[in-house]
């Protein structure tokens, strides 16, 4: 309860400081290799032309995902977390974007009865990205992110992923200022705990965003 309270804090403090700048809300589904289907929303405040805060929760139906280093089919998780934006540069059509998203996941496992019913952890997702608007609807993104994750707990894993590059491509239509619709795609290896490689992520997802406040022409935040 404690940990939910912490990361809806900096929002509730971010938003009361200027309710008229630009926000962002948006919802999408989407499947894995690691799941069968999976569905996020997500909240970001402007506090700047270059920065913005916000919070993203994800919920998914495990495919597999590892307890105690051990594969289970069966379960679900929940991820709630802060995103960070920022705009490191913008010329003409182009644009370059660092974001960091930190985050509690939980995992109920509904597989192995040997292992424990749930256990947490922390996933760590700096990604850039690049974006080129093609015309006045479309946009074209491409970059990496960089995904780190670690089981807390009783029994600690802090090498359960480490960092790979995972490479992220997409394409947004803006239906008007403040309607946006997204394609995005995600392939890469990724490495597991003990060094080992044997594995290979890939995840699509469609996307819808509503922008409100003010400025909402001048600000376009693709989520991952």
């Given at each position: 309860m404690k940990l939910k309270i912490y990361l809806i804090l900096p929002l509730v403090f971010f938003g009361l400081k200027d309710l008229t700048a630009q926000s962002n809300v948006g919802i999408s589904v989407g499947f894995s290799d690691n799941d069968k289907h999976i569905e996020s929303a997500w909240f970001q405040h402007q506090l700047?032309?270059?920065?913005?805060?916000?919070?993203?929760?994800?919920?998914?139906?495990?495919?597999?995902?590892?307890?105690?280093?051990?594969?289970?089919?069966?379960?679900?998780?929940?991820?709630?977390?802060?995103?960070?934006?920022?705009?490191?540069?913008?010329?003409?059509?182009?644009?370059?974007?660092?974001?960091?998203?930190?985050?509690?996941?939980?995992?109920?496992?509904?597989?192995?009865?040997?292992?424990?019913?749930?256990?947490?952890?922390?996933?760590?997702?700096?990604?850039?990205?690049?974006?080129?608007?093609?015309?006045?609807?479309?946009?074209?993104?491409?970059?990496?992110?960089?995904?780190?994750?670690?089981?807390?707990?009783?029994?600690?894993?802090?090498?359960?992923?480490?960092?790979s590059a995972i490479i992220l491509a997409g394409i947004s239509y803006s239906l008007n200022n403040t309607h946006n619709v997204s394609f995005k795609a995600y392939t890469g290896p990724m490495n597991g705990a003990q060094g080992d490689t044997m594995k290979y992520f890939n995840q699509i997802s469609i996307s819808y965003q509503y922008s409100f406040g003010r400025n909402v022409s001048q600000f376009k935040f693709f989520n991952f």
């Open positions: 700047h032309d270059n920065f913005n805060i916000g919070l993203q929760l994800r919920y998914s139906n495990i495919k597999y995902r590892f307890t105690d280093a051990i594969a289970v089919t069966n379960g679900n998780t929940l991820f709630a977390g802060i995103v960070f934006g920022y705009k490191i540069k913008e010329v003409e059509n182009y644009r370059l974007d660092f974001n960091l998203t930190t985050s509690y996941r939980y995992l109920r496992n509904r597989d192995i009865a040997e292992l424990k019913k749930s256990t947490n952890g922390i996933e760590i997702d700096p990604n850039i990205i690049f974006s080129i608007k093609a015309s006045e609807k479309f946009t074209i993104h491409t970059g990496s992110m960089f995904r780190m994750a670690m089981q807390i707990g009783t029994n600690p894993i802090p090498d359960e992923q480490l960092p």
